[in-house]
């Protein structure tokens, strides 16, 4: 039986998610269903030239995990916890339908899909993954910035927040296809200590601090929202806290980084400030065509939008600021 995976990613909630699912499908094949089930893993993501899943499900099983709904009826089985997950006109209405089917599950009160997954898997099917707990925890403390501090979100002392950084770099079908096996054999802290993740990470760690030097330099506050522009050089990597770090009493921050193949505006709020949340970024997002989550959340355009990415970003950082 060929499964397809499509999932998100350079994110280590959609890794996660891949190690889960995969686990939860392994325990249902049967002898009568299926002799063995091979996984094929696909990334996708939101960005221009990012794959999308409808051009992947191919397999006898096609799974979408930590992404937008698609009405492919190709699809078998679909997990996700974005209140955006159905952008596309008749989105709602077709998961509703098919949903019924025991199959295809959304929940916006989840924290992270990984924890879903984990959930649904043991409620709903009987099937256990306590050797994947610390996996779970870890995809849920990172996908909703369950840290204690912004300085611990940013600090790269924890080999696993290493291999988080390593994810959101590498992470394309070859890296998963590597790592989502070894996350079900080893435990978290052992593929985190991996030789190759160290060797990964060696670039990526002189890389986050000229990334934290930029934000700094670029960065406009605009009464209670933090506005940064790195749209004036090549965005290398992206750390979705350092701007809670270096301004801790901002409650929202709106980042415009030129990426190789489009150009992002991240929007997100700062759990630390002290401040209630009193915006749904998510929906402001989707106004511009982009998603997530009530507390963090993205667009993404073309590179020759440049100028239109900029005049969003600043309206959102205005519109935050009240």
């Known amino acids: ?11 280590f909630d959609g890794l996660a998610s891949a190690a889960l699912f995969t686990h939860l499908l392994d325990g249902l094949v049967t002898p009568a269903r299926s002799p ?11 960005g221009v030239t990012q794959a999308r899943p409808e051009g992947s499900l191919v397999g006898d099983e096609n799974a979408v995990l930590d992404y937008r709904y698609t009405q492919d009826p190709r699809l078998t089985w679909y997990f996700d916890h974005h209140r955006t997950a159905f952008a596309g006109r008749g989105d709602r209405e077709s998961f509703a339908t098919r949903s019924a ?12 899909c990984a924890k879903l997954i984990a959930e649904v898997g043991r409620g709903h099917f009987g099937v ?21 501090s912004p300085e611990q979100a940013i600090a790269r002392t924890d080999p696993v927040m290493r291999l988080v950084t390593v994810v959101e770099h590498w992470g394309d079908d070859a890296f998963y ?6 996350l079900r054999r080893r435990s978290l802290t052992e593929v985190a200590g991996l ?51 270096l301004y801790p009493d901002a409650v929202y921050s709106v980042v415009i980084g030129l990426r190789r193949s489009d150009v ?18 998510s929906a402001i997002c989707a106004r511009h065509g982009g998603g997530g989550h009530p507390v963090v959340g993205g667009i993404s ?14 309206a959102i950082a205005v519109e935050l600021a009240g």
């Not at 990470?201 to 601090?209: F, I, K, S, V």
């Not at 355009?301 to 600043?314: C, G, I, K, P």
Request: overall charge negative; aromatic content about 10%.
């Open 128 to 148: 256990e993954a306590p050797e994947l707990d610390e996996l779970v925890d870890w995809a849920d403390r990172v996908d909703s910035a369950r840290f204690d």
């Open 101 to 112: 089917g025991g199959q295809m599950f959304h929940d916006p009160d989840q924290s992270s």
């Open 1 to 11: 039986m060929q499964v397809i995976v499509a999932t998100h990613g350079h994110c």
């Open 264 to 281: 992002n505006v991240a929007v997100g709020f700062n759990p630390w400030s002290g401040t209630a949340r009193d915006a749904d970024i």
């Open 36 to 46: 063995a089930a091979a996984f094929t893993y696909r990334c996708c993501g939101y």
């Open 195 to 245: 030789p190759e993740i160290s060797e990964k990470y060696r670039p990526l760690g002189a890389r986050h601090e000229r990334f934290v030097r930029r934000v700094r330099a670029a960065a406009e506050r605009l009464g209670r929202v933090v506005l940064v522009d790195l749209t004036h050089g090549v965005t290398e990597g992206a750390e979705k806290f350092v701007t809670y770090a």
């Open 177 to 182: 296809a590597r790592l989502v096996p070894e």
């Open 301 to 314: 355009f073309a590179r020759a939008e440049l100028d239109r990415a900029r005049s969003v970003a600043r």
